[in-house]
């Protein structure tokens, strides 16, 4: 093309590139984990890890046709969001609760042995205490969406085992917030226990709060509103202002947003109609593969050039692995081997949360750049091994006592 | 607080704030937009006016707690997308081609004399050529959107003032394309015919070839899909594709991307089932919002410092509400007097479109900072006064012949 036809070209090109970014983007990240969704349920895998490999294949380790970005990530955050509001919608609070003791042991045992575990191994590699303790800190968060994804597909929210795990990774969060609190103050040389008590006392109050007089408060809220609004799907634009008005409150007392989404679905279950069920599924469907995908393109495999960092990520991976599983594992297990092995597997997960924990690490400069590859690995690794472990646990095996037969599908 | 206790209390905020900056958004934004809908709702006024006043509220002009970013841009085209699919799933396509010639008229008309007003006042005024040419350019652009959804909330797309609207849009988009694609190419100082010609050619190509074959073809492909596809909700992830898909090659060709959004739905339009027409509308109903709010935004009242300059601006309303509803109405004229007023003030919105010529005219040196803002307060200020007018124009009057009176509520 000579110069004199480029001016023409040229801001064809600019409105166009300008334009583009958004469709593209959508269109590639939602076409892909679909695609590779379905992929994996024709030969019997979870769709799940078809659609967070989809991210790592479009990412830097493979394809390098997309990086993380704001719009990405804000899409990945609204994804999980929506996730475990959806999530919340099918689980009833009072059962929830009931389960809350057995929830805090899994909980407890399941953030000690990883910690344990995480620290133990980064210090006999020979890498400085306080990076050793933060990599230990980093396989502490189970990332609940990946599991409850995988239940809800299945229709398995309302096994007992699925509820202990939705409560202990509640409580996981909470404690994940606590150590994460600790050990970030150790690393500035500073422990202040009374700020550490106070952001404790702070979290358990809203969890605590929000989970035992959501629902009964909304029961009261939700008719009174739908007879008085006018404004078209009043009850469904209800529902997202809980939903993201608790995830700022839960973001405000320390927690995860997505703790927040979770609780404003858990207020909600039972008093919206099915219209707003079905409402959110739809926002859900196309905002969640980019969570799932969002994870993946995390990941970048060009990172792992020496073959010690290679073998260090495996030992790490196992042991994310095997310290969920034994610790959460364990602790369940006067509720029978069957639920203990479906707890077991289901906090293994470790997702977007390890990955926040390795971020602060490295922006504190007590995590290097090698480790913070390995965790990430860690993280993404745990998510894509655990959704066919969970299938299997869940149904391959009876459980002895579930909760409730009748589990409604969300799919 | 003492320096000694900084540093814990800062990496909760750290974290805090990165984690908030998503949900925060979402919910100033969302509650905003529903709360001002409400409002405007209970005093007999179109909830969308409300919408696009809470983008003005929150953002420079009143309370400047938001500016556009990145995300909530994303946002934005996001839901005009959506709402355009989902007005494309209510049309059917036999019908809006059969219309075909009167929306040719009216949308040429439509692009012609708010073309020639805005460069003549801009010329009177004593601004340079290219500027006045740039401006009406900015004038031409239907925003089919505000429209729409005024419309689709009423239950009104399938009268025939409707269909023809949406038609008309459509092509208006195209001579849209050619007027800025040749304006440009004139600010630059080089005019290539053949270049216009096949840009052209290729932007008339993509809208014949979708909007006759479309659903044809997907009502050979959505039936063969839901047979073989494993994935959940396989028809409304296929959809999305479509959508996505459908936008991606509209901008290629040079059109905007909700064009392709638009015929996504219709191609898509009877089609699929009920369950994708309730998954279209929860994402719609979250994201709508953001492209509402999301023009006023753009807003900024500060930039009218001059008393000419607002002079200028109510001059320039003025004219770009008279030439669409004069130029549009009146070629419309021959299908009698109610549908001639209410394709007039169909037509008025200029919203989204009017801005990004603005911009390109910005970019490319020929437009000043001051018409850029009086050619902004133009295009969110018409999207303002014509709800109330198609409310008027629709529900007050009866029309003569509708193509059928079995109007299907989207709200």
Redesign the interface.
């Given at each position: 093309m000579t110069p004199?036809?480029v001016?023409?070209?040229l801001?064809?090109l600019?409105?166009?590139s300008e334009?583009?970014?958004?469709?593209?983007a959508?269109?590639m990240v939602?076409?892909a984990a679909?695609l590779l969704?379905?992929i994996f349920?024709?030969i019997h895998q979870p769709?799940i890890v078809g659609e967070i490999l989809a991210g790592v294949i479009l990412g830097p380790s493979v394809l390098g046709w997309l990086s993380p970005?704001?719009?990405l990530s804000?899409?990945a955050?609204?994804g999980v969001?929506f996730l475990l509001f959806r999530v919340g919608l099918e689980v009833k609070p009072s059962e929830l609760t009931k389960l809350g003791p057995t929830a805090a042991l899994v909980a407890a045992c399941g953030v000690l042995v990883p910690m344990v575990m995480g620290w133990g191994i980064v210090s006999l590699w020979g890498q400085p205490q306080i990076e050793a303790v933060f990599v230990g800190a980093a396989m502490v968060a189970t990332s609940v969406g990946i599991t409850a994804q995988v239940l809800a597909?299945k229709g398995l929210l309302q096994e007992r085992a699925s509820q202990i795990i939705l409560a202990a990774a509640v409580i996981d969060d909470v404690l994940g917030l606590l150590v994460?609190?600790s050990v970030?103050?150790v690393a500035?040389?500073?422990?202040?226990v009374w700020?550490?008590a106070l952001?404790a006392a702070l979290a358990i109050a809203f969890v605590v709060v929000v989970a035992l007089w959501g629902n009964h408060a909304m029961g009261k809220v939700v008719p009174r509103m739908q007879e008085n609004?006018?404004?078209?799907?009043?009850e469904?634009?209800l529902a997202?202002?809980l939903l993201?008005?608790l995830?700022?409150l839960a973001?405000?007392v320390?927690v995860?947003?997505i703790v927040?989404a979770f609780f404003a679905g858990m207020a909600l279950a039972g008093k919206v109609g099915q219209?707003v069920n079905?409402?959110?599924?739809?926002?859900a469907?196309?905002l969640v593969p980019f969570f799932l995908a969002g994870i993946g393109l995390h990941v970048n495999l060009l990172a792992f050039r020496s073959s010690s960092m290679i073998l260090l990520a495996a030992i790490l991976l196992l042991a994310a692995i095997f310290s969920k599983f034994a610790g959460c594992g364990l602790s369940a297990y006067r509720l029978g081997r069957t639920d203990a092995i479906r707890i077991g597997v289901g906090m293994i997960p470790r997702g977007e949360v390890g990955m926040?924990v390795a971020q602060?690490g490295l922006?504190?400069g007590v995590i290097s750049e090698n480790i913070y590859g390995v965790v990430v690995f860690m993280a993404v690794a745990t998510t894509l091994v655990a959704p066919p472990l969970i299938k299997i646990a869940f149904l391959t095996t009876e459980s002895v006592s579930p909760i409730s037969t009748g589990a409604t599908s969300t799919?």
């Amino acid at each position: 093309m000579t110069p004199g036809t480029v001016p023409f070209a040229l801001i064809l090109l600019d409105t166009a590139s300008e334009g583009l970014k958004v469709p593209l983007a959508m269109l590639m990240v939602f076409a892909a984990a679909k695609l590779l969704a379905e992929i994996f349920e024709r030969i019997h895998q979870p769709g799940i890890v078809g659609e967070i490999l989809a991210g790592v294949i479009l990412g830097p380790s493979v394809l390098g046709w997309l990086s993380p970005n704001d719009v990405l990530s804000a899409l990945a955050d609204l994804g999980v969001m929506f996730l475990l509001f959806r999530v919340g919608l099918e689980v009833k609070p009072s059962e929830l609760t009931k389960l809350g003791p057995t929830a805090a042991l899994v909980a407890a045992c399941g953030v000690l042995v990883p910690m344990v575990m995480g620290w133990g191994i980064v210090s006999l590699w020979g890498q400085p205490q306080i990076e050793a303790v933060f990599v230990g800190a980093a396989m502490v968060a189970t990332s609940v969406g990946i599991t409850a994804q995988v239940l809800a597909s299945k229709g398995l929210l309302q096994e007992r085992a699925s509820q202990i795990i939705l409560a202990a990774a509640v409580i996981d969060d909470v404690l994940g917030l606590l150590v994460l609190a600790s050990v970030s103050s150790v690393a500035r040389g500073q422990v202040n226990v009374w700020e550490i008590a106070l952001t404790a006392a702070l979290a358990i109050a809203f969890v605590v709060v929000v989970a035992l007089w959501g629902n009964h408060a909304m029961g009261k809220v939700v008719p009174r509103m739908q007879e008085n609004m006018k404004v078209a799907e009043a009850e469904y634009a209800l529902a997202i202002i809980l939903l993201f008005g608790l995830a700022v409150l839960a973001v405000y007392v320390g927690v995860a947003a997505i703790v927040g989404a979770f609780f404003a679905g858990m207020a909600l279950a039972g008093k919206v109609g099915q219209r707003v069920n079905d409402l959110v599924h739809g926002a859900a469907e196309l905002l969640v593969p980019f969570f799932l995908a969002g994870i993946g393109l995390h990941v970048n495999l060009l990172a792992f050039r020496s073959s010690s960092m290679i073998l260090l990520a495996a030992i790490l991976l196992l042991a994310a692995i095997f310290s969920k599983f034994a610790g959460c594992g364990l602790s369940a297990y006067r509720l029978g081997r069957t639920d203990a092995i479906r707890i077991g597997v289901g906090m293994i997960p470790r997702g977007e949360v390890g990955m926040v924990v390795a971020q602060i690490g490295l922006g504190l400069g007590v995590i290097s750049e090698n480790i913070y590859g390995v965790v990430v690995f860690m993280a993404v690794a745990t998510t894509l091994v655990a959704p066919p472990l969970i299938k299997i646990a869940f149904l391959t095996t009876e459980s002895v006592s579930p909760i409730s037969t009748g589990a409604t599908s969300t799919t």
